[in-house]
């Protein structure tokens, strides 16, 4: 079998970009031949050529394939428009962005959801309604050497923050790790970390303070994982936390109030038991092994039925493109729109500061200090 997977951008490591760096090995394992197509190539398209998937910068030069495993809405109606009557399966990973939403142009044969959350809100669209939504794990690569290296301590000495959208939690998160006696490492939004400098800074660490995919791969490295991001926490996972998590995707939904207190109070619950539990919870139900296996049955489902009825490709690569500049434009939008709170804000406690020192009594009682200071002026 000849895949085809897209993805918006292959030059950083996210969400969308390490479960594609999970499935193409495994798909490649199986001896299918797996070609990627992306129009942001780096690091990750990188990786994608190490695991054996040739990437291509234009559609045009990937060649006849059987079916398109498509994420995003922009790359799905690119892949649509060239390959006018190919099956293609459409994975959402969030139901956050607009971007992660099936597009009803790329006629999608089935559609794949990683936790009930995104479940819920494909089996409720329109198209859900007449397209099959397969509910699949996220997957994480797992292999028996990982365990064999060495146990977390019995007491959390080193801490390893992974999130990208943490950022406005760090002081917090930082400050409960000090009063824990944790040493806190963060990587940062602009950090530019490979695949193996993560794995090393994990395995490392004795918490990983992350969400989604980063914190499976914690898990499958038997690491503790604290699930935890700029919204909120929900601690560290356990077995009687697993099936909540599991079902929104390992996000902090539902969470108690974060404060420091309520960080130092679950960090507290830490076990050195709570690494090999991680580990055995991936390897019962995230092994991507298995879930390669169930993508390929899904594969042969929709290239077995009905051929697709070929559309007009103009209009469906332009909405392709729009879809594309949509996302880009938003992006941008929001980054001003923050860069502008952010120096809107800095020059408010820059005045409320200059405030307090006129309003002090030391700037009162030095007034007339000041006015006896000569000008260059009066040096003459």
Same mark, same amino acid.
């Given at each position: 079998m000849r895949i085809l997977c897209t993805n918006q951008r292959l030059h950083i490591r996210a969400g969308s970009e390490s479960y594609l760096e999970t499935v193409v090995a495994e798909l490649v394992g199986l001896g299918h031949d797996v070609v990627a197509w992306s129009e942001h190539r780096g690091p990750t398209a990188d990786r994608l050529s190490r695991l054996g998937c040739t990437v291509h910068e234009d559609l045009a030069d990937v060649g006849p394939v059987d079916v398109i495993h498509a994420q995003h809405a922009s790359t799905a109606l690119a892949a649509r428009s060239q390959f006018p009557t190919v099956p293609l399966v459409f994975a959402c990973h969030s139901w956050v962005y607009d971007l992660e939403d099936p597009p009803a142009a790329a006629q999608p044969a089935a559609l794949l959801a990683f936790n009930d959350m995104v479940a819920a809100r494909l089996g409720a669209s329109r198209l859900g309604e007449d397209v099959p939504v397969q509910r699949l794990r996220q997957p994480v690569a797992i292999t028996a050497m990982e365990g064999e290296r060495f146990r977390i301590a019995r007491e959390p000495l080193i801490g390893v923050a992974i999130n990208r959208d943490g950022e406005g939690r760090h002081e917090q998160l930082e400050a409960a790790c000090r009063a824990a006696g944790i040493h806190l490492n963060v990587v940062k939004r602009d950090d =530019?970390?490979?695949?193996? !400098?993560? =794995?090393?800074?994990?395995?490392?660490?004795?918490? /990983?303070?992350?969400?989604?995919?980063?914190?499976? !791969?914690?898990?499958?490295?038997?690491?503790?994982?604290?699930i935890f991001d700029q919204t909120g926490s929900a601690g560290f996972v356990t077995a009687d936390r697993y099936p909540a998590l599991e079902a929104c995707g390992f996000t902090p939904r539902p969470a108690p109030p974060l404060t420091v207190d309520t960080i130092v109070a679950?960090?507290?619950?830490? !076990?050195?038991?709570?690494?090999?539990?991680?580990?055995?919870?991936?390897?019962?139900?995230?092994?991507?092994?298995?879930?390669?296996?169930?993508?390929?049955?899904?594969?042969?489902?929709?290239?077995?039925?009905?051929?697709?009825?070929?559309?007009?490709?103009?209009?469906?690569?332009?909405?392709?493109?729009?879809?594309?500049? /949509?996302?880009?434009?938003?992006?941008?939008?929001?980054?001003?729109?923050?860069?502008?709170?952010?120096?809107?804000r800095r020059a408010l406690r820059l005045q409320i500061e200059l405030d307090r020192i006129w309003r002090s009594r030391s700037w009162r009682m030095t007034r007339p200090l000041r006015g006896l200071r000569r000008r260059p002026d009066d040096e003459q």
């Amino acid at each position: 079998m000849r895949i085809l997977c897209t993805n918006q951008r292959l030059h950083i490591r996210a969400g969308s970009e390490s479960y594609l760096e999970t499935v193409v090995a495994e798909l490649v394992g199986l001896g299918h031949d797996v070609v990627a197509w992306s129009e942001h190539r780096g690091p990750t398209a990188d990786r994608l050529s190490r695991l054996g998937c040739t990437v291509h910068e234009d559609l045009a030069d990937v060649g006849p394939v059987d079916v398109i495993h498509a994420q995003h809405a922009s790359t799905a109606l690119a892949a649509r428009s060239q390959f006018p009557t190919v099956p293609l399966v459409f994975a959402c990973h969030s139901w956050v962005y607009d971007l992660e939403d099936p597009p009803a142009a790329a006629q999608p044969a089935a559609l794949l959801a990683f936790n009930d959350m995104v479940a819920a809100r494909l089996g409720a669209s329109r198209l859900g309604e007449d397209v099959p939504v397969q509910r699949l794990r996220q997957p994480v690569a797992i292999t028996a050497m990982e365990g064999e290296r060495f146990r977390i301590a019995r007491e959390p000495l080193i801490g390893v923050a992974i999130n990208r959208d943490g950022e406005g939690r760090h002081e917090q998160l930082e400050a409960a790790c000090r009063a824990a006696g944790i040493h806190l490492n963060v990587v940062k939004r602009d950090d =530019t970390l490979s695949f193996e !400098e993560l =794995t090393s800074m994990m395995m490392e660490a004795d918490v /990983v303070f992350a969400v989604g995919r980063t914190a499976l !791969e914690a898990m499958a490295l038997a690491r503790a994982a604290f699930i935890f991001d700029q919204t909120g926490s929900a601690g560290f996972v356990t077995a009687d936390r697993y099936p909540a998590l599991e079902a929104c995707g390992f996000t902090p939904r539902p969470a108690p109030p974060l404060t420091v207190d309520t960080i130092v109070a679950e960090l507290r619950r830490y !076990e050195r038991d709570l690494g090999q539990l991680g580990r055995e919870l991936v390897g019962r139900h995230h092994a991507a092994r298995a879930h390669a296996a169930q993508l390929v049955d899904v594969y042969r489902s929709v290239i077995t039925a009905p051929a697709i009825p070929a559309t007009d490709a103009g209009p469906v690569a332009e909405l392709g493109r729009l879809e594309q500049k /949509v996302f880009e434009l938003e992006q941008v939008a929001r980054d001003a729109q923050w860069l502008r709170a952010r120096a809107e804000r800095r020059a408010l406690r820059l005045q409320i500061e200059l405030d307090r020192i006129w309003r002090s009594r030391s700037w009162r009682m030095t007034r007339p200090l000041r006015g006896l200071r000569r000008r260059p002026d009066d040096e003459q």
